[in-house]
């Protein structure tokens, strides 16, 4: 503990709301003093908050509120301390009263607080500090890093007001999501919706204390003299932990690239750009683009709407996802188009087509491992259901997967609601047929996932040469492809648990990962899956005997086809 730290906890001592100074003392071998501390028997703040077998109600809420604000009230006027790290674990609790805690970032505004680098819980962090930590292509999750600024009293303001809501709703801000979709939104001014039923002078209160702008937040004393007299208001607001409804984030895509555009994204003069077509899908098409007079090479996608845009730049950072570059406006386009990494190898589908290209089982494990490795930084990391997994929305660069096409992604935190099935069909989650509208989810990508591994040992399309129709009553009746034979038996049974019918029975993609590492260490030569496409039966492609054979409800189909 530096001499500061003990210091600045003597001096903020006193106050009923402020955990009380004891003394210091020295540990065997430690060159620092440790301080002696009371001890509060409730434990932080946020693991009260998360506790659903309290029942905190809205006086206990306001109560605490109330003491919070009064300890920084003695801090900043009686003691000129600026707090500096303000969360619910710097929060304790003792015999139900609030006891505010760690003055080790803590400064005098006598001094102006100068430090040299951006520290905190990033919810809690005054934007204007952020803002500091954006250039052109950061890592944005550089907490840490060098900079001069000066930390205020607005910037405990600041906090004061996200621990406000959060007191009301009992979950951290922006629960589940990366640092880097965090501060993306904070930066742009976005916040948490406020709790149904919150008093509304209350939530005035702290949307006046998380105001972008430090000069338009209140200074403690009116937040004090706000909430007293808030203190005889009914309130309607729960006991329990708010569940929040999946709705905000797609909806701020357009807002959140405004932002990129301006901090971090490169935008490429289209004058310079010398394109070739190469396809098209859904409203847009593909040009692989020369830059300038130069041998380097882009694809472009011309044109997608700013959630693509958004989605593209947010996945970004894996090897086994291609890499975007940037944006380009072409002259008459109303809406952005991608620039983006060029895979040389074409796509997926193209690739296990060719029988000209042996692809040897410990290739075919491979592609395998590197598609699980893109769709699990999409889920566990980033927080993005893809949900258009298919051969031709995997690229190959360099015998490298590169999985691509965001335009029919989203993410886990809006809910994912569509109004329309779409993709193509033996790769569509069944699920997602039964009923409009629907939520495409993790498990969605699964099934996805599942048909994928059977065709890198196939080579060949699920239910080749039949016409949708019958593909689809095939897939709802519960009708999979059959393994090719001498394919690894863990990898058949892999394959057929991620294409199983009820999403709920699907893997996680952490385990479908797990499972395929331990495939690896097996011996290959136990898998005499064939090197070029697979040529199935004549048996299999017997179709009008299929359908005379299936008892299903046909009602939903006539009305569609």
């Given at each position: 503990m530096q001499s500061k730290d003990v210091y600045l906890t003597y001096l903020a001592n006193s106050h009923e709301n402020i955990i009380q100074f004891r003394g210091v003392t020295n540990i065997e071998d430690d060159e620092k003093y440790s301080l002696v501390l009371e001890y509060a028997e409730g434990g932080t703040l946020g693991k009260y908050l998360r506790d659903d077998t309290i029942t905190l109600k809205w006086e206990n809420q306001l109560k605490f509120a109330k003491e919070i604000t009064s300890a920084i009230l003695w801090l900043h006027v009686d003691k000129e301390i600026v707090h500096g790290d303000i969360h619910p674990n710097?929060?304790?609790?003792?015999?139900?009263?609030?006891?505010?805690?760690?003055?080790?970032?803590?400064?005098?505004?006598?001094?102006?607080?100068?430090?040299?680098?951006?520290?905190?819980?990033?919810?809690?962090?005054?934007?204007?500090?952020?803002?500091?930590?954006?250039?052109?292509?950061?890592?944005?999750?550089?907490?840490?890093?060098?900079?001069?600024?000066?930390?205020?009293?607005?910037?405990?303001?600041?906090?004061?007001?996200?621990?406000?809501?959060?007191?009301?709703?009992?979950?951290?801000?922006?629960?589940?999501?990366?640092?880097?979709?965090?501060?993306?939104?904070?930066?742009?001014?976005?916040?948490?919706?406020?709790?149904?039923?919150?008093?509304?002078?209350?939530?005035?209160?702290?949307?006046?204390?998380?105001?972008?702008?430090?000069?338009?937040?209140?200074?403690?004393?009116?937040?004090?003299?706000?909430?007293?007299?808030?203190?005889?208001?009914?309130n309607n607001l729960s006991t329990v932990p708010y569940h929040k409804?999946?709705?905000?984030?797609?909806?701020?895509?357009?807002?959140?690239?405004?932002?990129?555009?301006?901090?971090?994204?490169?935008?490429?003069?289209?004058?310079?750009?010398?394109?070739?077509?190469?396809?098209?899908?859904?409203?847009?098409?593909?040009?692989?683009?020369?830059?300038k007079n130069t041998p380097t090479k882009y694809a472009i996608k011309r044109p997608v709407d700013d959630k693509e845009v958004y989605l593209t730049y947010l996945a970004n950072s894996h090897e086994n996802i291609i890499q975007f570059r940037g944006i380009t406006n072409f002259e008459g386009d109303e809406k952005y188009s991608l620039v983006l990494e060029y895979a040389e190898g074409g796509t997926l589908g193209?690739?296990?087509?060719?029988?000209?290209?042996?692809?040897?089982?410990?290739?075919?494990?491979?592609?395998?491992?590197?598609?699980?490795?893109?769709?699990?930084?999409?889920?566990?990391?980033?927080?993005?259901?893809?949900?258009?997994?298919?051969?031709?929305?995997?690229?190959?660069?360099?015998?490298?997967?590169?999985?691509?096409?965001?335009?029919?992604?989203?993410?886990?935190e809006s809910g994912c609601y569509n109004t329309e099935v779409w993709g193509v069909i033996p790769y569509v989650d069944p699920m997602l047929g039964q009923k409009l509208p629907y939520k495409p989810n993790e498990k969605s990508d699964i099934y996805s996932l599942g048909i994928l591994f059977w065709e890198l040992t196939s080579r060949l399309s699920p239910f080749d040469g039949l016409e949708e129709n019958i593909i689809m009553l095939k897939i709802r009746n519960g009708f999979r492809e059959k393994p090719v034979p001498n394919t690894n038996v863990k990898f058949i049974g892999l394959y057929q648990e991620c294409w199983k019918q009820e999403p709920d029975e699907r893997p996680h993609i952490s385990k479908v990962n797990e499972?395929?590492?331990?495939?690896?260490?097996?011996?290959?030569?136990?898998?005499?899956?064939?090197?070029?496409?697979?040529?199935?039966?004549?048996?299999?492609?017997?179709?009008t005997e299929f359908v005379h054979s299936c008892q299903i409800d046909l009602n939903m189909l006539c009305q569609k086809y």
């Open positions: 710097n929060i304790l609790i003792h015999k139900d009263t609030i006891k505010l805690a760690d003055f080790g970032r803590s400064c005098q505004k006598e001094l102006e607080c100068y430090n040299t680098e951006v520290w905190g819980v990033l919810p809690y962090v005054d934007p204007k500090m952020l803002e500091e930590l954006v250039e052109p292509f950061p890592n944005i999750n550089q907490v840490g890093q060098k900079l001069p600024y000066k930390p205020n009293e607005k910037s405990d303001i600041y906090s004061l007001g996200v621990l406000f809501w959060e007191l009301t709703s009992r979950l951290p801000p922006f629960d589940g999501l990366g640092d880097d979709i965090i501060m993306l939104k904070i930066l742009n001014g976005l916040r948490e919706k406020p709790v149904p039923n919150t008093n509304v002078k209350y939530i005035g209160l702290y949307k006046e204390c998380w105001k972008q702008e430090p000069d338009e937040r209140p200074h403690i004393s009116k937040v004090n003299e706000v909430l007293n007299i808030i203190d005889s208001e009914n409804e999946g709705e905000e984030s797609i909806s701020h895509a357009n807002k959140l690239v405004r932002f990129l555009e301006d901090k971090i994204i490169t935008r490429y003069d289209s004058r310079n750009l010398h394109l070739k077509f190469i396809g098209s899908g859904g409203s847009a098409s593909v040009y692989v683009a020369n830059w193209k690739y296990l087509r060719d029988d000209t290209i042996t692809l040897k089982w410990e290739n075919q494990l491979k592609f395998a491992k590197e598609i699980t490795s893109a769709i699990l930084w999409l889920h566990v990391d980033k927080g993005i259901v893809h949900g258009d997994l298919h051969p031709n929305n995997i690229l190959i660069h360099k015998d490298t997967i590169k999985l691509a096409d965001f335009g029919r992604s989203c993410q886990k499972i395929l590492n331990t495939i690896d260490s097996e011996n290959s030569g136990n898998n005499d899956v064939s090197t070029v496409p697979y040529r199935r039966g004549s048996e299999e492609s017997k179709k």
